[in-house]
């Protein structure tokens, strides 16, 4: 199969198909989907995002790009949001004559195998058929997610395809050890060697075959032990006193997500493990004169409260907005 062909349906099949991306949290899930939207050309796809958060940022950094974005904050694609996944499912295939597929890109703590076993034994009103599982990895925190996330695992051995994100912050001997780790956790996916400059449809290669959903076991939800923060407001704040407090937060923050509005900018600010990273957002929903800010935390054992109270000591004064 080659690399435009990932959402392509089985060939002889009439059924829409269904990509599953996934991978751990902050991984590049949503720079891989949007990159793959950018690169499909006329091709029509919908994009269902699960967030574990109660705000949706990476829906927003998508827009633009797909046919049309559904979003689902709030939980594991496993468990709680399974419903909502279905009702989605059901929303867009309603509209199967305007779409060539659909992307589910799952929560960073997400089981995939939850969306595999809905597409399996749900009932829609267009047949569906999962073209196949890509897992995007990250080779910065390989180690790390591995060892304090059962999920992290759940992912690996579910894929059909691996896709190594952020080789290009590790030295190429660690991505070789990457791929023959992923080799020997998961024998029948490939796995794609990668360079930071090449673009996400670039990474899809070529794939020896997709397997169908009834070939897959069914999905054992597993317990991600991660919390979330989420923190919204409505006027502009400053991206310096942000970062400075993104930057001093401990280990047991693993994941920060958040977008603001800097003048007539976009900005999308990453934290994933120690690194940080700030830059100007693709996409997203504004109206002139729109400041809200969205913050997502995720760690284990969060002072929710005490982060609340952090980010609004930095929106600005009645008379400073003024």
């Not at 959903?213 to 991206?239: C, F, K, M, Q």
């Amino acid at each position: 199969m080659k690399a435009d062909q990932v959402l392509a349906p089985v060939t002889g099949a009439t059924a829409l198909p269904v990509a599953i991306v996934t991978g751990f949290l902050g991984s590049g899930k949503t720079t891989f989907v949007r990159g793959l939207l950018t690169a499909g050309g006329g091709t029509r796809v919908a994009v269902i995002v699960n967030e574990l958060g109660e705000l949706g940022i990476d829906g927003a950094l998508l827009e633009g790009a797909a046919q049309s974005v559904i979003e689902l904050p709030g939980g594991c694609m496993c468990c709680e949001s399974r419903g909502d996944v279905g009702r989605a499912l059901t929303l867009l295939t309603q509209r199967a004559s305007e779409l060539d597929a659909i992307v589910v890109e799952t929560s960073g703590v997400s089981d995939p195998l939850g969306v595999a076993d809905l597409l399996a034994h749900g009932v829609f009103p267009t047949d569906l058929r999962l073209s196949q599982v890509v897992t995007v990895v990250d080779a910065e925190n390989f180690d790390r997610n591995l060892a304090d996330a059962e999920a992290a695992y759940s992912q690996i051995v579910s894929a059909d395809l691996f896709v190594v994100g952020k080789s290009d912050l590790v030295a190429p001997e660690v991505v070789i050890a990457i791929g023959e780790r992923l080799a020997r956790l998961n024998p029948r996916a490939a796995v794609l060697p990668s360079d930071g400059g090449r673009s996400a449809a670039g990474l899809l290669g070529e794939v020896a075959g997709v397997p169908t959903v009834s070939t897959r076991r069914r999905a054992v939800h597993t317990e991600p032990g991660y919390d979330s923060v989420a923190w919204e407001a409505d006027r502009e704040i400053g991206l310096e006193p942000l970062l400075a407090w993104v930057e001093a937060l401990p280990p047991s923050i693993y994941r920060v997500k958040a977008l603001i509005r800097q003048g007539e900018t976009d900005v999308a600010l990453h934290r994933v493990g120690a690194r940080v990273t700030v830059l100007a957002s693709p996409a997203a929903r504004r109206e002139s004169g729109d400041g809200r800010t969205r913050v997502v935390v995720i760690g284990k054992g969060l002072a929710a409260e005490s982060i609340r109270a952090d980010l609004a000591a930095m929106e600005p004064s009645d008379q400073e907005t003024a």
